[in-house]
């Protein structure tokens, strides 16, 4: 992984510099793939907010220090809404079952002798710049393990079998509150479960998606799935269940707490007949993202960092203060479909005081990153899926 990490800042030396000298020189700082020799960051006056205690051991990206397009397995972030399970490896089994013709039950070493297949994806909390105490969850790895489609055509759908649904070893407990038809209280009480979520048979069958058993070469560590977790590169984190114990084929929508009640988007929209309606959908699918990482300064020359991600990215442009948007020059990731894309822009000549720096992402189908005064984003109510544009304040000397 290591070596890894330094074949990409090679590569990327040679690409920044254009001269052999230059490049040479470069090799010796061999974590480096963003920013140039020598060069100064100049610090955000936006920097993050301390996390409440819950939320303090996220281990979250530092985009100030961002120096590697690969994330290392020690500086990923972590999320476990159950607090990390243990498993024994010599024990584990992955099941499959419900509405399946051939339910299978298959170990790590059964799991490992399919075929393999490697991605490097980025993979974000729906969460993250929800909070300004969030902006860190998220993380660029090399993800490698098996094709889920092909397991899960192996075990074979029975007709009435919709949604696949993806339990983790982790347990905790769950109010369930539900009420009837006429508003009446039928529920109210606490339950214990494992950690779920679902998608419909189509969905969990994208070729993209992995059973996935290692994080850049190593086994996954404990806090990120040991020993397999689901690689769903089109979805937010939440999707992506680790510490995979069973996967059952279900005939109805899947409702559970991570689905259908914590991980909620509220958004207050226009309605039939000039009414407003405030709809309520599930966290899913990635949306298109970009962030100003890092801003840098060498010899009195200014240049702006950062990363692009969650749908096939075909621009990135920036904008200072209320100038113009200018296009951005992508670096490195533009051959890798799910993984983010780093990006810089040089900043001519910025006046002395203070400046805001906005981002905008472009996808391949002409979509824009969202700006915060988009209804999109203006009428958004809770804070999951934050993907607007996002601006940062510098202060130039
Ligand atoms: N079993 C299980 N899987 C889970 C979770 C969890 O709490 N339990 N958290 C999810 C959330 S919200 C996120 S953001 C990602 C984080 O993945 P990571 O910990 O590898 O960064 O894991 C997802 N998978
Ligand atoms: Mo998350």
Redesign the pocket.
């Known amino acids: 992984m290591e070596d890894d990490v330094r074949r990409i800042s090679r590569r990327d030396a040679l690409i920044q510099t254009g001269s052999t000298l230059a490049a040479l020189a470069f090799l010796q700082t061999p974590l480096v793939a963003i920013g140039k020799e020598g060069e100064k960051t100049i610090p955000f006056l936006d920097q993050p907010t301390e996390a409440p205690p819950p939320l303090k051991d996220?281990n979250q990206l530092d985009w100030q220090n961002l120096d590697s397009w690969i994330t290392t397995n020690e500086k990923?972030?972590?999320?476990?809404?159950?607090g990390v399970?243990e498993v024994d490896a010599a024990k584990w089994k992955l099941e499959i079952g419900g509405l399946v013709s051939h339910p299978q039950s298959l170990n790590l070493a059964a799991i490992k002798a399919l075929p393999k297949k490697e991605l490097v994806f980025a993979?974000?909390?729906?969460?993250?710049g929800g909070f300004p105490f969030l902006p860190g969850?998220i993380?660029n790895a090399r993800w490698t393990g098996t094709p889920l489609a092909a397991v899960l055509q192996k075990a074979g759908r029975k007709p009435d079998g919709v949604e696949v649904v993806?339990?983790?070893?982790?347990q905790g407990e769950e109010p369930i509150q539900y009420i009837g038809g006429l508003g009446d209280k039928m529920g109210d009480f606490k339950a214990k479960a494992?950690?779920?979520?679902s998608m419909s048979w189509a969905e969990a069958t994208d070729p993209a998606n992995l059973l996935c058993y290692e994080?850049n070469g190593k086994p996954?560590?404990a806090?990120?799935?040991f020993p397999l977790?689901?690689i769903a590169p089109r979805w937010?984190?939440?999707?992506?269940?680790?510490?995979?114990t069973r996967i059952e084929v279900i005939d109805a929508r899947f409702e559970g707490p991570?689905q259908a009640q914590r991980?909620l988007t509220v958004r207050e929209v226009p309605g039939p007949g000039g009414t407003t309606v405030w709809t309520r959908t599930a966290v899913g699918r990635v949306q298109i993202k970009s962030m100003p990482a890092r801003v840098t300064e060498l010899d009195g020359k200014y240049r702006i960092y950062g990363a692009a991600w969650g749908v096939p990215i075909a621009r990135v442009e920036v904008k200072v203060d209320d100038g113009p948007w200018k296009p951005a020059t992508i670096d490195k990731g533009a051959d890798q479909e799910f993984a983010w894309k780093f990006w810089h822009v040089d900043w001519a000549n910025p006046g002395a005081g203070e400046h805001k720096i906005t981002s905008r992402a472009i996808d391949k189908a002409g979509n824009i990153q969202p700006a915060m005064d988009d209804p999109r984003i203006a009428k958004k109510h809770t804070y999951w899926e934050a993907n607007g544009q996002i601006t940062r304040t510098i202060k130039i000397a």
């Open positions: 996220l990923f972030f972590h999320v476990g809404h159950y399970p993979l974000e909390c729906s969460g993250n969850a993380g993806f339990y983790g070893a982790d494992p950690f779920a979520r994080m996954l560590p806090a990120n799935g977790r689901l937010y984190g939440i999707s992506n269940v680790k510490w995979l991570f991980y």
